[in-house]
């Protein structure tokens, strides 16, 4: 029999950790390392001459650098807003270009390695540039982009490719939305899997019905399938903060999110009879009514049993102490709150884990705050650190962007992977800047009417603000 204990998320009461506890705490798992982890990396060969007066070229040095990075996105008909797949329609950009991934604004790949932090593991499809490709791609803007020689063009590497492909079922919001005024809205909606028996889920991929209302997207499963009734005719009810407690989380998508896929020994367990509730965040445009016609998630069914049971943990978000940090500002007790003009402001949170969890592996992270957050780090100190460091970074996106969110999977054997353990503390640590310096600001206070900075608080519209880590774990399945 399994218990469930819940990892209370103070604020987000949907965003629960639903952990199953067994019994088999204590026992480390053999983790049975038999699937081999493919990297999407592409180990771009850059060939410069540097240190000699030869400006890189396109042919040469440039081509392979923006085919493996730059025009996943930057091709016709992506979502890049211009082509960066031949020289000339790239040369013209050559000078934003270098601008671009020097202010770490492009490419759109947030976890990077910083003096701060050192992950263990890479992460896969990383699309992040080197400092010497950075130097690159200035150098060659400033020789005023040459072409080179297309005689001799270097091979181009294929780019990591994003898009869930082989799912297994579509499953789509019933009915179009209209969303107007305002006013956020939070909508569940019951959508039914058809699962007669318990089925594991691999891979998930939400496609946004209109990116331009939808701001995030949460599916959960629904165990007893009672969300069905709860969306009654209409096929969704309003749930601003969840209200649907206890189900597990399984996707989650924001601007700029990718498939969550599970590595080869670890699923999600869906029941039989589950049903599987989409929990859309819609924020309006302010300037006019705009149409969902529909928001779909694409699921992947796992072949058979995996040996461990995945899951997606929300922890953050936290209000009060001992889990907040005193931060600056606070005045006797730790506060969330975010002055007016502060650019430099830094929240801290600290959640040690329950007694009750099972031993961890982590396989995914991803930091998750609004508009006024630049710099989001998450760590784990350890109770009892085994063969692994005692104090580890997991995860820094010191280029964080509301714009672009996804989750981050460690290029690693399953087995090599970080463990967390009963005991052991994670930390979030976010930035915010709170001034007419972040443009984010400046555009949401515009829309609110406001001329100058607000305080900021813990909240869930998109002019409150968050700090919540997103994990991705697996424990060993007990389930028969
Ligand atoms: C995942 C998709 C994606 C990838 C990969 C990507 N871009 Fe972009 N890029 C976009 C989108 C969308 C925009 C427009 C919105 C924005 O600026 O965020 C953009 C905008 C830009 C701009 C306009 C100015 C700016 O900073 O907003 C430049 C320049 C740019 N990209 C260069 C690059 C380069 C160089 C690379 C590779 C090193 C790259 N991009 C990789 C999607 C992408």
Redesign the pocket.
Known sequence: MSCRYPVAISLLTSLMLAVACGDDTGTSSDSGTTGSETTGETDTDTGTDTGTANAPTWYQDIAP??AG??S???KPDS???FS?TDYDSAMP?AS??A???EDG????FAAVQTDECQTRHGFMDD?S?SDDEKTM?RDWADAEAPMGDPDNAAPLPTPPDLELKDADVRLTSPRPVTIEGNKDQFLCFSVDPGLTEDTYLQAAQIIAGNEAIVHHVLVYTDEDGSSEQQAGEQGYWSCPGGGINGDALIAAWAP?GVPTQTPDEAAFRIPAGSRIIMNIHYHPTGAGSEVDPGTSIDLKWYDGRPPFVAEMALIGNFENAPELLAGPGDDGNPEFRIPADATAHTETMQFTLPNEIPPLMLWSVSTHMHYVGYDMLLGIERANPGGEPGQECLLHTPSYSF?WQRGYRYNAEFAALPTIKPGDTLSMRCKYNNSMSNPYVVEALDELGHETPIDVYLGEETLDEMCLGVYGVAYTNFYP
């Not at 604004?105 to 759109?108: D, I």
């Open positions: 650098l923006v990075k730059c996943g996105c930057h979502i890049g807003p960066l950009w934003l270009m601008d671009s991934v604004s492009m490419p759109p699309i540039l791609l700029g714009e």
